[in-house]
Nanobody
Framework: QVQLVESGGGLVQAGGSLRLSCAASGSIFSIGNMNWYRQAPGKQRELVASIGRGGNTNYADSVKGRFTISRDNAKNTVYLQMNSLKPEDTAVYYC???????????????WGQGTQVTVSS
């Protein structure tokens, strides 16, 4: 059973930093694009950052220059380094990836359980 397991998140003051991690586990043949989304209460889920297998990255305009997405393919893990945090960054952050399973070669879209990030002023 393929699973995305997240860690990190928590409460931080404005201007501070947090580092989120998301590790894929199970029978994995390959992982495509890896993404971080976030969702605030009553609002739509939005794409924050994405990274391809070769390391190419894209960011939402609201986080450019402050957030950095990276991945370690040997560990099947994606990271989101968040610096200069603002109260408007407060949301539940979700890891997302397309994963081809090693057992049956099926391609599935996977989501993590979400982790709360709260930025106080």
């Amino acid at each position: 059973q393929v699973q995305l397991v997240e860690s990190g998140g928590g409460l931080v003051q404005a201007g501070g930093s947090l580092r989120l991690s998301c590790a894929a586990s199970g029978s994995i043949f390959s992982i495509g694009n890896m993404n971080w989304y976030r969702q605030a209460p009553g609002k739509q889920r939005e794409l924050v950052a994405s990274i391809g297998r070769g390391g190419n990255t894209n960011y939402a305009d609201s986080v450019k220059g402050r957030f950095t997405i990276s991945r370690d393919n040997a560990k099947n893990t994606v990271y989101l380094q968040m610096n200069s945090l603002k109260p408007e960054d407060t949301a539940v952050y979700y890891c997302n990836a397309n994963i081809r399973e090693g057992r049956n070669n099926l391609l599935r879209n996977n989501w993590g359980q979400g982790t709360q990030v709260t930025v106080s002023s």
